[in-house]
């Protein structure tokens, strides 16, 4: 069933987040995924409370399921009360814990990359400005069936110094991180070509002969 899923972050207990701006670059591994690092492990910001204050993380699934060779367009809107600076960064995980997918970027748009380190993921880059919000948007393209896939998604904002060292201001940061599931589509099963045997043209037949019939089942 096809339908547009909308999710806005209230509270989620994981802590993990985009590791920083550090010279207005970012770096794969802080998405809050399994394995990736969090608010622990980096010391380029100092949230003390990740997933609390007045900024936010909106996510929005153009489906509620997905189709392989079908794109799933996302939308993600970073918002913080005062903040000028923000960012993202985002993986596909499957049930076996590997990145599956391919992250697409639309011709022309500076805003986004894509990197592989352990996961391949999509973040913003240092075109990161922006009024109390910024919003980005992309595609997800399942090339098979990877099973149920959770997007794990970890954003940053800030209030920017621009100084000596160009960095967020200690004590003005938000954190927060989500994980969405996405289910593969199920299809019902189909039968199809259904065929008796012996054919109409050897009927009618006696008691005593074998009748067979043949189906094809189909289950996506």
């Not at 989620?12 to 794969?28: E, F, R, S, T």
């Amino acid at each position: 069933m096809a339908g547009i899923m909308i999710v806005t972050v209230i509270v989620i207990i994981a802590a993990g987040y985009v590791q920083g701006h550090q010279g207005g670059d970012l770096d794969p591994g802080y998405s809050s995924a399994p394995g990736d690092g969090d608010c622990t492990s980096s010391a380029c910001h100092t949230d003390a409370n990740p997933n609390d204050g007045e900024s936010s993380l909106d996510v929005t699934l153009s489906v509620e399921e997905y189709v392989p060779g079908e794109d799933v367009d996302i939308d993600v809107v970073v918002s913080g009360s005062g903040h000028d600076k923000f960012g993202f960064e985002m993986v596909v995980i499957n049930g076996n814990g590997d990145s599956v997918g391919n992250f697409s970027i639309e011709v022309g748009d500076t805003t986004l990359v894509t990197a592989s380190d352990g996961y391949d993921y999509i973040m913003s880059n240092s075109e990161d400005d922006g009024n109390e919000s910024l919003s980005w948007e992309f595609a997800w393209a399942p090339s098979e069936h990877h099973g149920d896939v959770t997007f794990y998604i970890a954003s940053m904002s800030c209030i920017w110094l621009v100084g000596p060292t160009e960095e967020c201001q200690v004590g003005d940061e938000e954190a927060w991180d989500l994980s969405l599931p996405l289910v593969q589509q199920n299809r019902a099963p189909t039968l199809t070509g259904g065929q008796v045997s012996p054919g109409e043209s050897n009927w009618p037949i006696s008691a005593s002969d074998s009748v067979g019939f043949q189906v094809t089942y189909t289950d996506l």
